[in-house]
């Protein structure tokens, strides 16, 4: 849906499309490789030269034996119909961490991964189809595992296109 602005001249900032949905399919996983989270979209630009903003929350919960649990999430960005490439979070301020005090204790932590990603990309032709995918890991001691969306919580991504 294109928002029109009719008291100004300038287009610089203006938001032309938003697009998003809800994912809600849960899912348990123990491997230590990036696997896809299911959270996943893609928006066609409708103007070259724009820029995106991409929003991401994720639920989950996460599990281990031991000294420490953590599972690390990263946002996954595809450009086709133009220039471009990957953009990956997956770094160390990207994961979520959660320690014990002794080696024998179980941890199992709560919480909703969020990320906004402002991401200008002034060579986007109009009709670049930009597809932006939530990846996660696990990074835990012992016996983990990450469970996405348990519960009945949902997940979000929204991607806002913005003429510049």
Known sequence: MAIYYA????NDGRIIQIVGNQ???????????????????????KKAGSQLICLVTQAYDNSANG???RVRFSVNRQITGGAGGNFDGGRESEGIYIGAHTSSQHIRFYGTYTNLIFD??????AGSVVTYKVRCHNDSASSPDIRLISGGRHSHIQIVEMAS
């Not at 008291?7 to 300038?10: A, F, T, V, Y």
């Not at 994912?23 to 630009?45: C, E, F, H, K, P």
């Not at 200008?120 to 032709?125: A, C, I, K, R, W």
């Open 120 to 125: 200008p990309h002034p060579y986007l032709n």
């Open 23 to 45: 994912y809600n399919t849960a899912l348990t996983t123990t491997s230590t490789s990036y696997i896809d989270t299911g959270l996943t979209q893609a928006i066609t630009t």
């Open 7 to 10: 008291n100004s001249n300038s």
């Open 67 to 69: 000294l420490y649990a």
